[in-house]
């Protein structure tokens, strides 16, 4: 493991489209997360899971996003008909327990 | 409700200068208090970390200082370079919150050569 992978790197989509992001974590780590990033501010907290459990949703998170943890290794966002304003970062990390988090480089997501 | 503010915006130091970058926090059951760097087009990275029981940490050219009763931490970079050119974020989360860290706005650093 070199770190946390996130793929695709970058996301075009029209907006009504559902798109599927999906996150690697690193292997020993049992907590995973997902940030949103909008330019020039810090990353927000949507979700995260300890193994495969989904232990909090933020509620600024609407119905249309929905994540997974299958077997607790990697996971997926999927957001469904998607808006102009989902366009933004979607940034994966992991850690174990209360260690630093490892951010992967994130998911550009753009919706025309 | 905006639980973590961090200062200023933007920085701009020469070479070998100290940019310092405060945070200061609401929540007093935050415990763990880590700032990130970011470049464009990459996540965050975590640079340092604090627990409320010490008031200053250093590693390498970064040290956090930490004010518990004015709820306040500060990071500082020594001899900065013009590789430390980047987004800094502070941060702050509890146990209880799973981890989850609650970002100040991110202060971006030019360091001229």
């Known amino acids: 493991d070199t770190g946390v992978s996130q793929d695709p790197r970058h996301k075009i989509t029209k907006r009504g489209q559902n798109v599927t992001f999906r996150c690697d974590p690193i292997s020993e780590h049992n907590r995973l997360y997902w940030y949103r990033q909008t330019l020039g501010q810090g990353p927000e907290f949507l979700t995260y899971f300890q193994n495969e459990a989904q232990l909090e949703k933020s509620r600024l998170l609407s119905d249309r996003f929905s994540a997974e943890r299958p077997k607790g290794s990697f996971s997926t966002l999927e957001i469904q008909r998607t808006e102009q304003g989902d366009s933004a970062m979607y940034l994966c990390a992991s850690n174990f327990h209360r260690a630093g988090y490892t951010f992967g480089s994130g998911t550009r997501l753009t919706v025309v | 409700q905006q639980q973590v503010k961090q200062s200023p915006q933007s920085l701009i130091v020469q070479k070998g200068g ?48 930490f004010n518990k009763s004015a709820k306040q931490f ?40």
Not at chain 2, 76 to 88: E, K, L, N, R, V
């Open chain 2, 74 to 113: 500060s990071l500082h970079i020594m001899d900065s370079q013009p590789g430390d050119s980047a987004t800094y974020f502070c941060a702050a989360s509890t146990e209880t919150s799973g981890s989850r860290l609650t970002f100040g706005e991110g202060t971006q650093l030019t360091v001229n050569p």
């Open chain 2, 18 to 65: 100290i940019p310092i970058i405060n945070c200061a926090y609401e929540n007093t059951a935050f415990d763990y208090f880590p700032w990130y760097q970011q470049f464009p087009g990459k996540g965050p990275a975590l640079l340092i970390a604090i627990r409320p029981d010490v008031s200053e940490k250093k590693e390498g050219r970064f040290t956090i200082s």
